[in-house]
């Protein structure tokens, strides 16, 4: 199983700056192996884009680091915890409970291709429920922490409306900003703009754009090489279920090591 | 001088039909609260029973599933009579009427709102799985990636959503329940048919004074359909929805000529 490590500066476990450790994820759909051993760290502050071929394991990848997926095998941390799993007092991996998975995932903020949006509340209450119902905190707060949110992605003006009343971009920004309210130590991007139309893409890379410029730790799988460029510390090429190449965005995308990088990148640029 | 008494009396029509008799507004009156009453319980039940058939514990599957499969797979009329009858022959359980703040509920109605509701939730909570799996697979996982346990996601999200698929055939439902009230008579219930057929029996006005029942089933299940349709628009509002330049009228009438917009919601 071939397998990069991530030439990240920290690679030990207990190490305070690491937000992701992943080492050796498998992952198997029936007969399928979509993940074949896949490592990566991600530090405190770092932007990683995932790319790739579709079908080359970069979503199921991401789905596994905030527990959407559960790997057949590997070790899979945030913030130092295991995700999805705990040690017994024999130090024995066992399964965590629905109440444990949930509270690490309100550290991790998830950003999906189709939005999401919850149709039946406005803008506002999308980004007040996770406030109110998994932090508990009282409603008054939590509205002004929305709309902190909703300003932040440029949504001041459209806090009562619907999501059927907005566009894809308004849409998918009201979504990071619902994530957001969480006051998440992790982002994690699955094709955030993929759904959109082309003229409404860059109002959502800008606020990604923002979000690392304020040093936000983020995982988004894209297909944006432009935006990847500019925006990632590193970049990782997925081919097959695996890493084949990572490093800077320089390096992966001006001087790829890889005939299966070149190759994508070929296609795509 | 003598009258056929196979002549529609019309006096007698439209004087029942008009200032009907305190027992006929009674049983109208009980068909309407077993009606209501019956329909709420079987929501409540219906939704824990819709939900113990998704539950990943493969027994309470299994219960779920055998509870759906009898009550649908038996008559009402049957149940009614196991029930209120069957129970009381074997002694197992005998209704007696109760006096509740001064309001005395009659056995058998007690026996008929039980009846109804067990029935009515078994096709309560297929139409409740079928809601439930009409919310889109993403809203609950949006609700995971906030940190929701599966059972918030469940309460905050899913369900809410849900409703709106449930509204129309659940509408549907209570029109056939209103209307199957009339089997009540079978245990002795005096709802609109019970009082109906006494009143026939009494007279021999049959014809007139059944003519006067249908029209009250009719005004019953209209009044219904109104609701029926403020409902689901109320609930399209509230999904930011609206339904474009039609009035609350407008959309009754095609209720009534169109079958095909019986069809749930768009999505």
Redesign the interface.
């Known amino acids: 199983m071939a397998s990069f490590s991530s030439p990240s500066p920290a690679s030990s476990v207990d190490d305070t700056g690491l937000v992701v450790h992943a080492s050796e994820i498998h992952k198997s759909f029936a007969s399928q192996e979509v993940l074949k051993g896949v490592s990566l760290d991600v530090v405190r502050g770092e932007v990683v884009v995932l790319i790739g071929p579709s079908g080359s394991g970069k979503t199921t990848f991401l789905r596994c680091i905030?527990h959407?997926e559960v790997p057949n095998s590997g070790v899979m941390q945030v913030n130092g915890h295991l995700i999805g799993t705990k040690l017994d007092r024999q130090g024995k991996r066992v399964e965590a409970s629905?109440?444990e998975v949930?509270?690490q995932?309100?550290?991790?903020?998830?950003v999906?291709q189709?939005f999401?949006?919850?149709?039946?509340r406005?803008a506002l209450e999308n980004v007040m429920?996770?406030p109110i119902?998994?932090?508990k905190m009282p409603k008054e707060k939590a509205r002004t922490v929305a709309i902190d949110q909703l300003t932040k992605v440029g949504l001041a003006n459209k806090i009562d409306?619907?999501?059927?009343?907005l566009s894809g971009g308004q849409k998918q920004r009201v979504?990071i900003a619902?994530?957001l309210a969480?006051n998440p130590a992790l982002m994690l991007f699955d094709e955030p703009t993929s759904a959109l139309d082309p003229e409404v893409i860059g109002e959502v890379l800008s606020v990604i754009r923002d979000l690392a410029n304020e040093g936000m730790t983020m995982v988004i799988v894209s297909h944006e090489i432009g935006f990847a460029r500019e925006v990632a510390d590193r970049v990782a090429m997925f081919d097959d279920g695996q890493i084949v190449e990572i490093g800077t965005p320089q390096q992966v995308f001006d001087n790829p090591t890889q005939a299966r990088t070149k190759a994508f990148l070929s296609k795509v640029l | 001088m003598l009258i056929s008494t196979f002549q529609f009396n019309t006096t007698f029509f439209w004087h029942e039909l008009l200032r009907p008799s305190s027992a006929f507004l009674g049983g109208l009156w009980r068909t309407v609260y077993i009606s209501v009453i019956a329909q709420l319980l079987a929501v409540i039940v219906g939704l824990v029973v819709a939900l113990a058939r998704r539950s990943t514990l493969r027994i309470l599957r299994g219960v779920a599933g055998a509870y759906v499969w009898v009550l649908r797979g038996t008559p009402l009329l049957v149940q009614l009579v196991i029930i209120y009858d069957g129970l009381a022959a074997t002694d197992i359980y005998r209704f007696q009427d109760v006096t509740v703040l001064g309001v005395t509920v009659l056995a058998s109605v007690q026996a008929a709102i039980l009846t109804l509701a067990l029935n009515e939730s078994a096709y309560m909570s297929e139409i409740i799985r079928a809601g439930l799996a009409a919310v889109d697979a993403g809203q609950h996982e949006a609700a995971l990636s906030i940190g929701m346990t599966p059972a918030q996601a469940m309460r905050y999200v899913v369900v809410p959503q849900a409703l709106r698929f449930v509204i129309p055939p659940l509408g549907n439902d209570f029109n056939a329940m209103m209307k199957s009230t009339s089997v009540l008579s079978v245990i002795g219930v005096p709802e609109l048919f019970f009082i109906t057929q006494e009143i026939s029996s009494s007279t021999f006005h049959t014809f007139e004074i059944f003519m006067d029942a249908a029209l009250y089933y009719l005004a019953l299940t209209t009044i219904w359909a109104f609701i029926q349709t403020w409902l689901e628009a109320r609930i399209d509002r509230s999904w930011g929805i609206e339904r474009a330049q039609r009035s609350w009228w407008a959309s009754l009438r095609e209720r009534f000529q169109d079958p095909k917009t019986l069809a749930i919601g768009r999505r």
Request: glycine share 6%; hydrophobic share 40%; net charge positive.
């Open positions: 905030n959407f629905a109440r949930a509270t995932r309100a550290e991790i903020g998830f999906f189709h999401n949006l919850f149709p039946n406005t429920l996770g119902k998994v932090q409306r619907y999501p059927a009343q979504a619902r994530s969480m």
